[in-house]
T-cell receptor, first 110, second 110 residues
Framework: DAMVIQNPRYQVTQFGKPVTLSCSQT?????MYWYQQKSSQAPKLLFH???????NEADTPDNFQSRRPNTSFCFLDIRSPGLGDAAMYLC?????????FGPGTRLTVL | QKEVEQNSGPLSVPEGAIASLNCTYS??????FFWYRQYSGKSPELIMS????GDKEDGRFTAQLNKASQYVSLLIRDSQPSDSATYLC??????????FGTGTLLAVQP
């Protein structure tokens, strides 16, 4: 089945230790998104790629970076995680409006 | 004023009843709207998309859009305990970005 895959599903890191989250898709969608979602809040858009064009939200901290080496894969790098970065990180893809989410990565920062 | 507003709930309905979830939006430039269902600890799942004024039905779900009133709703007929979740309303901007409401928590009582 075509889908959006995120790895790992659960990630534990230490304060300040870099971490990379990955997302892959078999939908061949041209747009990919990274969201951060904290408990009882709406998903918050961090970045999105329209094909190779990178779009950064104005309020996304510099601590967060992203890479999209090809159509299928996208990575979220958190350079120095703080306690406030503990959240669910969601990857989504779209073509023509509808967005489809992966299962998410739950990040814990100790 | 938030771009997409929802009553946070919880909305409690008995099993078998109709659940009515409402959403208002402020950006008249948003033309497409989506309803996502999100179970606790899981990622959002797209359940309905609506692009034009009127009603759109899919199984037990009916989405309604009124662009003049800037109002979107989701009706769930014959509500089941398995429908208990947070329902997120989202509008699509021309920039390929979804603007989410904060979600309405639905509790279906057996």
């Amino acid at each position: 089945d075509a889908m959006v895959i995120q790895n790992p599903r659960y990630q534990v890191t230490q304060f300040g230790k870099p971490v990379t989250l990955s997302c892959s898709q078999t939908l061949n969608h041209n747009v990919m998104y990274w969201y951060q979602q904290k408990s009882s809040q709406a998903p918050k858009l961090l970045f999105h790629y329209y094909d190779k064009d990178f779009n950064n939200e104005a309020d996304t901290p510099d601590n967060f970076q992203s890479r999209r080496p090809n159509t299928s894969f996208c990575f979220l790098d958190i350079r120095s995680p703080g306690l406030g970065d503990a959240a669910m990180y969601l990857c989504a893809t779209s073509r023509g409006g509808e967005q489809f989410f992966g299962p998410g990565t739950r990040l814990t920062v100790l | 004023q938030k771009e997409v507003e929802q009553n946070s709930g919880p909305l409690s309905v008995p099993e078998g009843a109709i659940a009515s979830l409402n959403c208002t939006y402020s950006d008249r430039g948003s033309q497409s709207f989506f309803w996502y269902r999100q179970y606790s600890g899981k990622s959002p799942e797209l359940i309905m998309s609506i692009y034009s004024n009127g009603d759109k039905e899919d199984g037990r779900f009916t989405a309604q859009l009124n662009k003049a009133s800037q109002y979107v709703s989701l009706l769930i007929r014959d509500s089941q305990p398995s429908d208990s979740a947070t329902y997120l309303c989202a509008g699509l901007r021309a920039t390929n970005k979804l603007i989410f409401g904060t979600g309405t928590l639905l509790a279906v009582q057996p």
